[in-house]
């Protein structure tokens, strides 16, 4: 039978309840209990969503960031963060913001720096090194949240950031190498590892996505120092990768000594073949077959096809999960009641991506009979989708057809573009401007309200944001830059004004 597991879920809440309490916490509005009532009731209803699978995550719950909620079980926090005491979320919440909601001492303290997670477009607090850099373990939130989980009558996953991806995403300082930090921090991991075994885990997932990137020697070394630092630990360990093939690392991951691996099968399927093949026998694969980072239908029929032929050689030993964690995509798409019915049957969000790992589940082990009808009405999404004119409009599918390879040939060389450029562009060798947008100030949030209710006229509402460019562009040649920007006024979310002067957003 094939196991089916999900990476993790999506914690803002179905109607952003999360983010809402976040800001209440910080303005003083609501106290720490209540938030934590709020991240407890939403687990809750995320692992209710869940319950459904063999194993569910646990740890994948954040009230502001995965990779600070790892600093914290490692004991790894800025000395900064600490001065003054306060409770652990004060001391959360300075690292994160700078300040926390209780303590308005903490105003001047900075707080840690953020960068994108990998080539999505979420952001994590970096881990700070230097040479005093210590590690002492914190197990409590993961303690809590599998009793939390065991309590709904369900088998818990927990979900950790594993060692060398942790010091890879760091920042160090003091010319040190993050990895000299290594033989610091395997205790601690071991340690933690010894605590999950001890309340009955049987299964963590260790995420080490940097094994998609490319490593050097000692990197790649350390992996090896690492794992079989670990391999004589309790739990079994699912060492888990996504976004992107594993290439040259390939053959590394299948040889770790770990009790499975996790192939993001969206991003590499022409590694999963090779990955079976290498795997050693008493180790598990498991694969994600549902794309974690987009809204769309998975085509079942189509996974299917090349999911059987895995499952009769793999037998047990293939487990089925999201690419990687759903924390990309939104929560439930029956939240969304204005989409137009074509449109919305195309879709996918997370709790939908789950059915359809269910439904890839029931096909393997009982036979596509079984889920005939799912089928069928999945495969004639997909086609809706592919032959509708509306995300095929046949001005775009006619110039498509008429590009040649001409069309990505420059017309000149560098010197004569350069030229052609420079003569109503008289700049300086050095020449400077602004990224581009100025700040949206309260004058055009008000302005744009009022036009949104019809209290001004299109006329007037464009004068304002003319006026409001206009003072843009003199603060700018009274500091004397060389190349101006308009100030992006007129816009109000990057996105949304974007969406809105484009065809084929809903």
């Not at 720096?113 to 993961?142: C, G, Q």
């Not at 004639?380 to 498509?400: D, E, F, G, I, K």
Request: include cysteine; aromatic fraction near 8%; glycine fraction near 6%.
């Amino acid at each position: 039978m094939v196991t089916t597991h999900n990476l993790g879920f999506p914690r803002i809440g179905k109607q952003r309840e999360l983010k809402f309490a976040l800001e209440a916490f910080w303005q003083g509005r609501i106290t720490e209990s209540e938030l934590t009532k709020t991240g407890t009731r939403l687990r809750q209803e995320n692992w209710h969503a869940q319950s459904q699978f063999d194993l569910v995550p646990v740890g994948d719950f954040s009230l502001y960031d995965q990779v600070l909620d790892m600093s914290f079980t490692l004991g790894h926090l800025p000395e900064r963060a600490r001065k003054g005491g306060g409770a652990t979320l004060d001391q959360y919440f300075r690292v994160a913001r700078g300040r926390s909601a209780n303590d308005d001492a903490c105003q001047s303290i900075h707080a840690g720096a953020m960068t994108k997670w990998f080539d999505t477009n979420y952001h994590y607090i970096v881990p700070e090194f230097d040479a005093t850099t210590t590690f002492s373990l914190n197990p409590e939130r993961l303690r809590a949240q599998i009793t939390e989980a065991k309590n709904q009558g369900l088998t818990p996953k927990p979900v950790i950031i594993g060692p060398i991806t942790y010091l890879w995403l760091g920042r160090a300082k003091d010319d040190i190498n993050p990895l000299d930090l290594l033989d610091r921090l395997l205790p601690v991991y071991a340690e933690l590892l010894e605590h999950l075994a001890e309340q009955g885990i049987d299964w963590v997932q260790v995420d080490e996505p940097i094994l998609v990137t490319e490593l050097d020697l000692t990197w790649r070394h350390a992996f090896n120092l690492a794992y079989h630092h670990l391999k004589t630990t309790a739990p079994k360990l699912l060492l888990t990768t996504y976004f992107g093939d594993l290439r040259e690392n390939l053959q590394l991951a299948c040889d770790l000594p770990v009790a499975g691996l996790h192939l993001d099968a969206i991003s590499a399927p022409q590694e999963v073949s090779r990955v079976a093949d290498w795997l050693a026998p008493h180790k598990i694969l498991s694969v994600g077959v549902v794309n974690g980072r987009n809204i769309w239908r998975t085509d079942l029929n189509r996974t299917l096809d090349w999911l059987e032929p895995l499952h009769e050689k793999l037998g047990n030993r293939l487990w089925l999960a999201p690419s990687c964690s759903l924390l990309h995509v939104p929560v439930d798409l029956e939240s969304e009641q204005q989409l137009d019915a074509e449109v919305k049957a195309w879709l996918a969000f997370a709790v939908q991506k789950l059915e359809e790992l269910t439904t890839l589940a029931r096909a393997l082990n009982l036979g596509r009979d079984a889920v005939k009808d799912v089928l069928a009405k999945n495969a004639s999404a997909v086609r809706s989708r592919q032959h509708s004119v509306r995300a095929n409009p046949a001005a775009a599918t006619q110039a498509l057809q008429n590009l040649d390879s001409s069309a990505g040939c420059r017309k000149s060389a560098y010197h004569a573009r350069r030229e052609i450029q420079r003569r109503p562009l008289p700049l300086p060798p050095y020449p400077t401007t602004t990224i581009g947008s100025f700040p949206q100030t309260q004058e055009i949030r008000k302005a744009r309200q009022q036009f949104r209710k019809g209290a001004l006229t299109e006329a007037d509402y464009t004068a304002r944001i003319r006026n409001e460019i206009a003072d843009c562009i003199r603060r700018q040649e009274e500091l004397g830059l060389d190349v101006l920007v308009h100030g992006e006024a007129e816009r109000n979310d990057m996105v949304e004004y974007f969406g809105e002067h484009l065809e084929g957003y809903a």
